[in-house]
């Protein structure tokens, strides 16, 4: 890291080791009562930038979205554990910054909540206070995914354009001066941008036409323009196409490109670019080993990928906390698969990492503060299935993650199992249903000797997942209009 980095960072030290003295203090975890379909926060995986395989469907199970959870450093009487608060609802996606969160609303409007010393709440004032419940970005809208940096917040909206507050000295919010903002300011020079990824003190942006532009801090040639210059607007990366996915990490950065091949630039002095050498580079080279890649996350000093027929998780760079886990701290400056299959997302902190399933479980492994339930609480060496607090039939699932500096945020739904109730009474019927958190629904009759009394169909079926709380339609038998059952 470079000196002033360290200098900004240790200037927040004393605002986590004193939260205890405010109140409900919990920048790594936010409720949301919410009502939305977790269907458009599955079909997410372009709200948040993630390119899915060729013809492939949204994974994962059908539900409805419960709210934002979140684990980490917590000064309260649980700390590790997911916690959820109030204040938010209809989440689409969640983005983690180093002490404030952002959320991104279904209605195409952005809630933030945490510390405001360099605007990153963008609502319209710069002072050193924790404001501890969501609350809406004034004047924002039309908003379709989003990204937090250390400081600093992108904003995509649905023309294509970009739009940033926050924290600027490295001019990460590209609008060719050095000041911070309290409010949205436009980005200069980008129009149909698809997919927006922010980092400590550089933002990047693909366009819908494969391309790659990257501003702010470039010490590393994290840029990836082939300079080590900072730049205070928009450089378009020469000499990459088709890229169909971005990550931008500490001082590196990442890409996919629609072959399923990854890319990589800037510092690699602990492996992070996985070309086998810890040689910086200030342009974008090919990361040897892996095919079919979909989804790349770049942390601090270490990467992610998804790759391959089976979805796998593949790591490479600094393992100081554990982050690749592997079961090992040795640094990789190679992919290596960890073992971690069927994932449809991953993240990358500080020295944290985390992952989403296709069947919507989420994993935390690294230095991420979870707390599993033998009570280990230090770095996690290997992934770690993440517990959320049950709901009425305790299926309650993750559909996106996002990691900041010592925390992590989670989209998390609900989902029910219908039971089998065939051959039950209506009333032996209702007891089963409201056990797995459904109600009975519309009732029909059907003549039937051999299900008099009893239900005879269900819909949707026995093992069909739902949102919680839905109803199921049944089916009565009864007897002929004409004739006795015998």
């Not at 001082?251 to 996919?256: D, I, M, R, W």
């Not at 892996?290 to 393992?319: C, E, F, N, R």
């Not at 990789?332 to 992952?355: D, H, M």
Request: proline share 6%.
């Amino acid at each position: 890291m470079f000196s002033i980095a360290k200098g900004r960072l240790a200037r927040h030290v004393p605002l986590l080791a004193g939260a205890e003295q405010m109140p409900n203090v919990r920048s790594w975890a936010r409720r949301a009562g919410g009502t939305g379909l977790a269907a458009a926060a599955l079909a997410g995986l372009a709200a948040i930038g993630m390119a899915a395989p060729a013809g492939a469907s949204v994974p994962g199970p059908v539900g409805a979205v419960v709210g934002v959870y979140g684990w980490g450093l917590d000064p309260s009487p649980q700390p590790g554990q997911p916690a959820q608060i109030s204040g938010l609802a209809n989440v689409q996606q969640v983005a983690e910054g180093q002490v404030f969160g952002a959320a991104l609303l279904s209605d195409g409007t952005v809630d933030t909540w945490g510390y405001d010393g360099d605007g990153e709440l963008g609502d319209g004032r710069i002072a050193p206070v924790y404001r501890t419940n969501p609350a809406p970005v004034p004047g924002l809208d039309g908003v379709v995914k989003i990204a937090a940096g250390y400081q600093h917040v992108l904003a995509l909206k649905s023309d294509g354009t970009v739009w940033a507050w926050g924290y600027n000295f490295y001019r990460e919010l590209g609008n060719g001066t050095t000041a911070d903002q309290a409010t949205p300011v436009q980005v200069p020079g980008l129009t149909g941008i698809a997919q927006v990824s922010a980092s400590f003190y550089d933002s990047m942006a693909r366009g819908s036409d494969g391309s790659v532009w990257a501003w702010g801090h470039n010490g590393f040639g994290e840029l990836g323009d082939g300079t080590t210059i900072n730049r205070a607007t928009p450089v378009k990366l020469p000499g990459l196409s088709g890229v169909t996915q971005i990550s931008a990490g500490y001082e590196h950065g990442l890409a996919v490109k629609s072959d399923g091949t990854a890319w990589a630039w800037g510092n690699n002095a602990l492996g992070q670019l996985g070309l086998g050498t810890t040689t910086n580079h200030a342009a974008p080279v090919q990361v040897p080993g892996l095919a079919g890649v979909t989804q790349v996350a770049a942390g601090q000093t270490h990467s992610l990928a998804i790759a391959g027929p089976g979805s796998s998780v593949w790591a490479w760079g600094d393992d100081s906390s554990s982050q690749l886990g592997d079961g090992a701290t040795k640094e990789q400056n190679s992919p290596e698969s960890i073992g971690l299959t069927g994932i449809t997302q991953v993240s990358a902190g500080f020295n944290q990492s985390a992952a989403v399933s296709s069947n919507a479980a989420a994993y935390s492994w690294g230095k991420s503060g979870y707390i599993i339930d033998s009570g280990q609480s230090g770095p996690l060496s290997v992934p770690i299935q993440v517990l959320f607090p049950n709901n009425v039939d305790g299926a309650t699932e993750a559909v996106q993650v996002s990691l900041g500096v010592s925390s992590s945020l989670a989209v998390v739904i609900s989902a029910a199992t219908v039971p089998n109730a065939v051959g039950d009474t209506l009333q032996q019927a209702t007891a089963v249903l409201a056990a797995a958190g459904l109600t009975v629904g519309q009732q029909a009759s059907e003549a039937d000797c051999n299900f008099l009394g009893k239900v005879k169909e269900e819909t949707p079926g026995a093992g069909t997942q739902v949102a919680l709380g839905s109803a199921v339609s049944l089916t009565i038998g009864v007897k002929p209009a004409r004739g006795a059952c015998g």
